[in-house]
């Protein structure tokens, strides 16, 4: 069945970096769309990327624009998110997820905590 | 950007209750509006899409109207395993934005 595994996040100082992954299996990834979607603790859900199916459109909301960098390896099925100059108001669970055409994100990984202290 | 809006924050009702949560976005974005349901400790798990469509497995008495500015998630008949935050979002263009979601409860 479709699955998407998230993996890298841990505790990190702030003005740290770190690089998240997610795998994909089950379905034909280069023909999803994906992007990362994060929660801090007890709030909502906040958009933070997109990436096209071939990797060629990218979105940033404006929150970690010139801070995150979204990227896909379809050879490996997997997504990244390059997230750097880490402030505590970046502390959350990232998610990954997809889709193939609709628009809205059919598949959701189970989520990675990213924790932001000194 | 575009802004979007769920009433009620959060709402209480009794199992057998018709449900109705309101998403509006600040300018138009056609019917480009996905809901999804997030249970307490859990993955939110999309249940509509194209603010009508009834993602595969979802019990059918979820179901979802609107274009333009404002969309509705309805529930017809809320049952116990409903107790969840509902989350709209738009995805025309970005940002794709969520609105700030709605928690429902049983009363």
């Known amino acids: 069945q479709a699955q998407l595994v998230e993996s890298g996040g841990g505790l990190v100082k702030p003005g740290g970096s770190l690089r998240l992954s997610c795998a994909a299996s089950g379905f034909t990834f280069s023909d999803y769309y994906m992007g990362w979607i994060r929660q801090a603790p007890g709030k909502g859900l906040e958009w933070v990327s997109y990436?096209?199916?071939?990797?060629?459109?990218?979105y940033y909301s404006d929150s970690v624009k010139g801070r995150f960098t979204i990227s896909r390896d379809n050879a490996k099925n997997s997504l990244y998110l390059q997230i750097n100059s880490l402030t505590a108001e970046d502390t959350a669970v990232f998610f990954c997820?997809?889709?193939?055409?609709?628009?809205?994100?059919?598949?959701w990984g189970q989520g990675t905590t990213v924790t932001v202290s000194s | 950007d575009i802004q979007m809006t769920q009433s009620p924050s959060s709402l209480s009702a009794s199992v057998g209750d018709r449900v109705t949560i309101t998403c509006r976005a600040s300018q138009g974005i056609t019917r480009s509006l996905a809901w999804y349901q997030q249970k307490p400790g859990k993955v939110p798990k999309l249940l509509i899409y194209?603010?009508?469509i009834l993602e595969s497995g979802v019990p059918s008495r979820f179901s979802g109207s609107g274009s333009g500015t404002d969309f509705t998630l309805t529930i017809s008949s809320l049952q116990p395993e409903d107790v969840a935050t509902y989350y709209c979002q738009k995805y025309n263009n970005a940002p794709r934005t969520f609105g700030q979601g709605t928690k429902v409860e049983i009363k």
């Open positions: 194209a603010a009508s």
């Open positions: 990436i096209s199916s071939g990797g060629t459109v990218i």
């Open positions: 997820a997809g889709g193939p055409t609709s628009g809205a994100f059919h598949i």
